[in-house]
């Protein structure tokens, strides 16, 4: 479910606001992802609140989906071409989505599709690449690139939109990862979610098309 990030920034507000409450009273949450009990993704949209003119625009039709597997991590960038094959699909949007801004003063347009992966997934071995911390830049990215490649708890995710030569990858976190430095490598990794853990990824819409609203 996509959620607007003025809602989503109210509830995080509303929630500080009641923690004072909450510490007497006893409040409670069943959410397994706020509860660390299951492996999440909060994947964040976030495209240009208006066109090179000034005026406003909508992101239409994107789909967000969560690749699971070696073989999803190691396929090359897809941005701006067709996405590619996803064999180990983990989570996806149900519906296409549509961003727009939310108010006026909206710095530019942002929505946040959030997911709990498998119960599989999440039971599957995790064992975080810890060792790498004593090399250098170099052979530190070097290492993790080829962890990547075996490693059952490393995610793709792909966020895709038809467009006039048919669906395209508008955001590829491989291709994020692509353009990290050999310092970026030491401190992002490459994307993985642990187990039990609730990870939160920002996706600009670099190749989305854009329509009015």
Avoid: H
């Avoid at 699909?89 to 946040?112: C, D, F, I, W």
């Amino acid at each position: 479910m996509v959620m607007e990030l003025g809602k989503r920034l109210f509830s995080v507000g509303l929630l500080f606001g009641m923690l004072g409450m909450c510490s007497t009273s006893g409040c409670e949450t069943s959410d397994p992802c706020t509860l660390r009990q299951a492996a999440c993704v909060d994947v964040s949209l976030i495209g240009k609140r208006t066109d090179a003119m000034g005026a406003p625009i909508a992101y239409r039709d994107l789909s967000v989906q969560v690749c699971g597997g070696p073989a999803a991590a190691t396929a090359p960038c897809s941005e701006g071409q067709p996405p590619p094959s996803c064999s180990n699909e983990l989570a996806r949007t149900m519906s296409p989505q549509t961003l727009t801004a939310v108010a006026a003063y909206s710095a530019n347009v942002q929505g946040l599709v959030s997911f709990q992966l498998p119960s599989s997934f999440n039971e599957q071995t995790d064992e975080p690449p810890l060792e790498v911390d004593s090399l250098d830049a170099v052979a530190r990215k070097a290492r993790l690139l080829m962890l990547r490649d075996r490693d059952p708890r490393a995610v793709r995710i792909l966020i895709t939109q038809p467009q006039s030569s048919g669906a395209l990858t508008v955001w590829d976190s491989r291709c994020e990862e692509d353009l990290f430095s050999d310092d970026e490598w030491s401190k992002l990794k490459y994307y993985r979610v642990g187990k039990n853990e609730y990870r939160s990824v920002f996706a600009p819409l670099r190749k989305a098309q854009t329509s009015t609203p």
